[in-house]
Antibody, heavy 118, light 107 residues
């Protein structure tokens, strides 16, 4: 059974870059579409983007200019960088996989709260 | 982007009730719709894909229906574990989008 775990700073200053890593166990990160999704305090879920290998990446167009994703096959991890953050980027960030390659999310990490504040 | 609208936003129900949650897409999405359940403080859990395919291990009291722009999640006989927030999500477009959620609370 696939297990995912997010890690990274819980507090980021405005204008800086938010960096998170998702560690995968029970499967190979290279076998799945790997996604980042966030949830604001109001409850709304927002898809950030997905990556499969390093050459197949799609982003939410509203965030595209600030997002970077990468995969580290040797560590079985994938990562998210979100640049120029503001308070509006405060959210619980989830990593998730799409094992069937259809576009829905069948495994999720527990989530990590990232607060943007000075 | 494809907008997903759920109704109602909140639903009050009792154990044993039959519950129906609606999800509407702003444009046709075929059957490319998933439903998730989220318990407080937990990550969403996939219940249904392709509008009506129940995930392995999900109780049969959950069912999904619909196609095009109108979809429904039904819980036939609400259990205590089912008080949660439910989200629909379209994957017809590569820009995945979710409904705003429906909270099922104790009446």
């Amino acid at each position: 059974q696939l297990r995912l775990q997010e890690s990274g700073p819980g507090l980021v200053k405005p204008s800086e870059t938010l960096s998170l890593t998702c560690s995968v166990s029970g499967g190979s990160v290279g076998d799945y579409y790997c996604n980042w999704i966030r949830q604001t305090a109001g409850g709304g879920l927002e898809w950030i983007g997905r990556i499969y290998s390093s050459a197949n990446i799609n982003f939410n167009p509203s965030l595209k200019s600030r997002v970077r994703m990468s995969v580290d096959m040797s560590k079985n991890q994938f990562s998210l960088d979100l640049a120029s953050v503001t308070a509006a980027d405060t959210a619980v960030y989830y990593c998730s996989t799409d094992s069937k390659w259809f576009g829905y999310f069948d495994s999720w990490g527990p989530g990590t709260l990232v607060t943007v504040s000075s | 982007d494809i907008q997903m609208t759920q109704s109602p936003s909140t639903l009050s129900a009792s154990v044993g009730d039959r519950v129906t949650i609606s999800c509407r897409a702003s444009q046709p999405i075929g059957s490319w719709l998933a439903w998730y359940q989220q318990l407080p403080g937990k990550a969403p859990k996939l219940l249904i894909s392709k509008a009506f395919d129940l995930e392995s291990g999900v109780p049969s009291r959950f069912s999904g229906s619909g196609s095009g722009t109108e979809f429904t999640l039904t819980i036939s006989g609400l259990h205590p574990d089912d008080f949660a927030t439910y989200y629909c999500q379209q994957y017809q477009d590569y820009w995945r989008t979710f409904g705003q959620g429906t909270k099922v609370e104790v009446k």
